[in-house]
C-alpha cells in the first residue's frame, strides 16, 4: 500500500528517504470494504486519507434524509474533512467507500509533525489547500450559472475514467441537478 | 486607514509593535470610488486587498454578460483572487466596490516576505485560507440542497447588517436565485 503512495508523492515533492520513512512510520494502512464507512456525520475527523486503491465518497445529509455528494476521491486523491479535523468539532459529513479501498491515514498530530519537520510536505499541503479553495470557486461559479450540459461536462473533465464506476444517482447529486436530467444528457451525449 | 487595519490585526494575531511596523510599510493605501474596479477578467491579480471602510464585490461574468457574486467583502474583510495571484495567471474575476471604500493593499512578494519574517502572520493567513474553505464548502452544500428561503437565511447569517447595503439583484445573483423569488421572501420576511 505505501508503494503507491511512495510513487504518488515522489512525483509531487522533492523527498530524501529519511522524509519518506519519517512520513510511513507514522501512516497506518487500513483495507476498507465497500459500503463501510470511514468518517460519520457527528463524529469528530481524526485523519489525513490518502486513497491508495479505490474509491471515497465525501457526502453529506439532511434532515429529510436526502444525500449531497461534496466530493469523489479515487486512488491518488486525498478525502477528509478539514473543518473537523482542524478543529476538532463534529463533523457534518459522512466518508464512505464506494469500493472495496485501501487507504493510509495520518492522524492531525502526526500530519502536524510532519509538516513541521519536512518544510517541502508543509508546502506541498498548502499547495493542496489551495487548490482545493480554487476547485471550491469553480464549482460555487458552475451552481450559479451554468447549465446541466455544462456541468456535467466539467464533472466529466475534472473526474476523468471513474464516472463509469460511480451510480448515476450519485453523479447527479454531486452536480445538483436531477437524475432524470443527467439521463438525457447522457443519452444526448452517447448519440453525438 | 492604517489605523483601522491595527485594530483588526491587533484582535486577531499578537504581533509586535516592530511587525506591525513592517506590515504598515510595505502596505499601499488606495481610495477607490464606487464602481471602480481593482481587478480585471484577464487582468493577473497583484494584491491581497484588506478593506478598511466600504464594500466590495468579487463576481465573475459569463459570456451572455450575465454577472454572477462570488462574495462580498464589507470592512475589516479581504479580497483578492488567489489561484490568479498564487499562480500569476490571469483571473476569471472582477472586484469593485460598491462603495467608496479605502483599501490597504499588499503585493504577493511583499505580503510573502511578511509570513516569512512573521510566524504568526503566516498562521493567521493559513487559518483565514481554511476558513474560506469551509465556507465555499457550506455555500456548496447550499447551492446543492438548500432552498431559496434556506439560502436568504444563511445570508443574513453570514453577513450581518450588509444587506441594506447592497443592491437586491445582486444579493439574487450570489443566491443564485431570482431577483422574483428574492423579493417575495423578503416580503415575507418584513411581514413576519
Known sequence: MIAEFKRYIKEKVKLSEEDLELIRSVAVEKIVRRK?????????????????????????????????????????????DPESLNNQTPSFYYIDALEDSEVLLWTKKDF???????????SYSEKLISTNLNIGRQRIFSALSATP????????????????RIPLHMVASYLGVSLKTLSRIRQAQLKR
Chains 1, 2 share one sequence.
Open 149 to 164: 450540459e455544462e456541468k456535467y461536462d466539467e464533472f466529466v473533465a475534472s473526474y476523468p475514467n471513474i464516472f463509469a
Open 112 to 122: 502536524a509533525m510532519l509538516c513541521a519537520k519536512i518544510p517541502a510536505l508543509k
Open 36 to 80: 463501510q464507512l470511514l468518517l460519520q456525520q457527528g463524529e469528530v475527523c481524526r485523519y489525513k486519507i490518502f486513497i491508495c486503491k479505490g474509491l471515497l465518497r465525501t457526502y453529506r445529509t439532511r434532515e429529510d434524509g436526502s444525500e449531497h455528494v461534496m466530493m469523489f476521491s479515487p486512488e491518488t486523491w486525498w478525502a477528509t
